[in-house]
């Protein structure tokens, strides 16, 4: 945990003031720290010739779209209602891909398409004609039965998975139909030679396929915004792939273009004692960071009380007879709601604000109502240091999510 954008450094007295007199819980969005990101994944793109899509799936807080066009070639999508957003909210390339499109909804998504992934054998015998028939580039999502993930859960290349075909003979029986495709077999992969050695094993296995298309998306999860990451080496790697098969290369970044982009900042609401100090505060990481309760992490801790703390995050190395470590509790009712333990240099009060890192990807598209737990505001820094309050959410949009 090495990578934590001071958010409080670079704001001016006043800005300092206007956040820390808004309410909490809100999210706190950074657009110049966006723009940070985007312009290492708009250098990747022009070292290598390749294309970047917002995946949407993570992020799509679409109020500070204006600040990602400028760098991104567009989006890309994993439902009718993304392709939708994607073409309504953020222009340029709209690709769609789904799991799976239903027959009512086909119509509609290639209206917002310039690309379709299909993810099947029976998906593209089902719909790719509709598309050829409107000139929509046809893909189709390729399983390498490889991956670099260490979640079984993110895993495309789990056993038994859906996500995509890798029978290369029946492939080629289909190529015919296609322009494209896409492979994701990637999750926050920060190991450039582990990249490549997939690479290579992916072009050993599907490069006959390979010299027939006009495009490849190479899907998410490479982590190249790592402060390690051999970022000159990996848009080479594309470059030459992209010479080899005379193809287009597109990238898919959700993580990598939101990462550390924003804080969840809360207020303590309690404390309690039961074997260490416990601090209980005003949102929930069930509701409103979810992923890392499905991946068994603790939230990155950005500050607390205007100041920066280092974070321990369950790691009390560096621990001095002064040191509090505390457990930081959500206030839903499920007993494991922990955003983390955490190493202060003082006890947390009722009242103390506590802001967690990293709160843009796959926070916000996944937030819900458990708990009936108050849905935090989205508040946005725009790159001229203005500070938006863009979105509020009421009672009635609890009571609206439900009938
Ligand atoms: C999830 C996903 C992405 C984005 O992945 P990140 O790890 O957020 O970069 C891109 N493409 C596809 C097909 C995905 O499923």
């Not at 990481?285 to 321990?312: G, K």
């Amino acid at each position: 945990m090495n990578f934590h954008r001071d958010f409080l450094a670079n704001l001016t007295d006043e800005q300092r003031q206007k956040v820390n007199a808004l309410p909490t819980p809100f999210y706190l969005i950074d657009e110049r720290a966006i723009v940070q990101n985007m312009q290492l994944i708009d250098q990747v793109c022009q070292q290598s010739g390749a294309k970047a899509l917002l995946a949407l799936k993570c992020f799509a807080t679409w109020g500070v779209f204006g600040a990602m066009k400028p760098y991104l070639h567009g989006t890309t999508s994993s439902s009718l209602k993304e392709v939708r957003l994607g073409k309504e909210c953020f222009g340029g390339e709209t690709h769609a891909y789904s799991v799976a499109y239903s027959r009512d909804e086909i119509d509609e998504v290639l209206q917002y398409s310039d690309k379709i992934i299909f993810n099947s054998f029976n998906q593209l015998a089902q719909f790719a004609d509709k598309a050829i028939a409107k000139n929509i580039p046809v893909g189709l999502r390729l399983n390498p039965q490889t991956s670099n993930s260490s979640f079984i859960i993110a895993d495309p290349a789990r056993p038994f998975s859906r996500l995509g075909e890798h029978d290369v003979d029946a492939i080629m029986a289909v190529a015919d139909k296609i322009t494209g495709v896409m492979i994701h077999n990637n999750c926050e992969n920060t190991d450039f030679d582990a990249f490549c050695q997939s690479l290579d094993d992916i072009e050993e296995r599907f490069g006959k396929l390979f010299h027939q298309l006009d495009w490849i998306s190479f899907g998410g999860g490479i982590h190249f915004i790592d402060p390690n990451y051999p970022v000159k080496a990996f848009a080479d790697r594309l470059k030459q792939f992209a010479n080899e098969y005379d193809v287009q290369v597109y990238l898919e970044p959700g993580e990598v273009s939101v990462h550390h982009t924003a804080v969840l900042v809360t207020s303590v609401l309690d404390t309690l004692h039961n074997g260490k100090p416990l601090a209980v505060v005003d949102a929930s990481i069930e509701a409103h960071m979810l992923d890392l309760l499905i991946y068994r992490q603790s939230a990155p801790l950005s500050f607390v009380n205007e100041t920066a703390y280092e974070l321990a995050g369950g790691d009390f190395d560096g621990e001095t007879a002064d040191d509090v470590a505390v457990r930081i509790y959500g206030k839903s009712c499920l007993a494991g709601d922990i955003f983390g333990d955490y190493l202060l240099d003082k006890p947390l009060n009722i009242g103390d604000k506590v802001a967690f890192a990293n709160a843009a990807p796959y926070t916000m598209v996944k937030k819900n109502w458990f708990n009936g737990v108050d849905m935090p505001a989205i508040v946005i820094i725009r790159e001229n240091g203005e500070i938006v309050v863009q979105k509020q959410f009421g009672y009635e949009d609890y009571k609206n999510s439900l009938s």
